[in-house]
């Protein structure tokens, strides 16, 4: 898969793999990056970076899930966008498959993936990693792989309420980042 710049947000969707891929479209060191994604299955977990970020939804229909916030949650039809601030959580559950552009800082930078508990609302577990040296389909792989192999994690320390394990079944984050290593000419 080759990095380029694409001429259509359609055209640059049959590179995705899977849900959430957060493809890269734009060369290396591009700030923001644009990234694609065409979801079919809820964002395993919620996503709390330390940039701004910015969905704009292209096709389809889909609930962004922004715990804490003053709204509680947005729904985006195409055309519609988002702007999540630093340090907001957010879940992105397509109601339709839906086609999303997002805009993430380049470099990367701290974030972290979090589960909370659907009985209280208490966090249950958080894994936070550095996308500045990492790419963060690894990262979001690991989160997910630490979460699902052991049940004390997944266990709500307020209320004892146990997560199931988080949906992959349609998350294909490994194989992205390979292709993204191996269109990135230095490896980063």
Known sequence: MERRRATTIFAAVEGCLGSHDDLPIMPPGTDPMSCVSCNRVPQPFFLVSEHDQVLLLFAGSTRVELPGSEMG????????????????????????ESIQLKWRGEPGGWEAAVWYCPRCDSEVYVKEFNTAEHLPQECYWQ?????????????????????????????RWPDVAREIRNATPSGD
């Not at 055309?79 to 109601?95: C, H, T, W």
């Not at 192999?149 to 998350?171: E, F, H, M, Q, Y």
Request: net charge negative; aromatic share 4%.
């Open 73 to 96: 949650h947005a729904l985006l039809k195409p055309g519609e966008s988002l702007y999540i601030p630093a340090g907001q959580p957010s879940r992105i559950v397509p109601l339709s």
């Open 143 to 171: 989160a997910c792989d630490e979460f699902n192999s052991d049940a004390a994690l997944r266990t709500c320390g307020k209320c004892g309420t146990v997560l199931d394990p988080a949906d992959l079944g349609d998350i």
